[in-house]
Each structure stands twice: as structure tokens, then as C-alpha cells.
């Protein structure tokens, strides 16, 4: 079950640093553990699964995008949503935007923009935090 894989590394913060090559590894280990989970799983945070890195995978629209160093630098419409969280038991309510752009360096280190809204934009406000060491 994915719950027995979120160690206690999912309530630490995680430093910022530069991309590298080993981030590679690590990106396919957390797209793997998504991939393998993807009945009960819609993104991952490395430090969920034991790796101290600003890295994310999350499932948008069926199809997993892996995010280094990803930034929110835009967020629009904050609504309260209600929603679950792999490290906690049952559903909690917290802020979410409904809309934001993220930035991030993809698996070639290229810096990448991306708009979301909605439920992708849900994930990924999600998994963030879960870098920055903050639960729902
Ligand atoms: C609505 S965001 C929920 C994200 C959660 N993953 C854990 O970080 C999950 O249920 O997959």
C-alpha cells in the first residue's frame, strides 16, 4: 500500500539547490513508485519516498510530469478545498488557488512554464508543500 512508502522525510523541508544528473535517478525512482501506485496516487514528493530533493511527479491528465525545482510564481483565485494527503489520515481542509503557473527544470534541465488550474493545479500546490515540509 502507498501509505507504508510515505517515511517520516515527507515532514522535512528540503533545501534548494541546483539540478543534476543523480536528480535523474531519483525522478525515475518516484515516477516508478507513482506509476506503481497509480490507482490510489496522483503526485509524489521525493522526500516521500526518502530522497532529500526539490523534485515532484505528478499525474496530469493522465500522463506523469516529473518537476525539478518547481516554483509556484503565480496564483490565482484562492477557494478552500477539501483533500487527502498519503502522510495523514481522512480528508482536511485547506487553501488552494484555483489557477498557477509553475516553474520548473525538466529531465533535461531545460527551465519550464506551465499554467495549471484546477485539480493539476491542486496536485502540484500539493506536492510543493510537501517539499517545504507543510502537510494539509
Ligand atoms: C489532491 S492532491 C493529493 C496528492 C496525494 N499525494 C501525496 O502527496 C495523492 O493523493 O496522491
Redesign the pocket.
Known sequence: MIRDICKDEAFLQIPSEKATIEDLEIARDIVDTLIAHQE??????AN?ISKSKNIIAVNIHGTVQVMLNPVITEAKNEYEAE????SLDGVRKTKRFKSIVVEYDDLKFRKKSMKLSG?SA??VQ??ID?LKGILI
Open positions: 490510489e496516487c496522483v503526485g509524489l514528493a516521500m483533500e487527502g494527503c498519503l485539480f491542486q496536485i500539493h506536492e510537501h
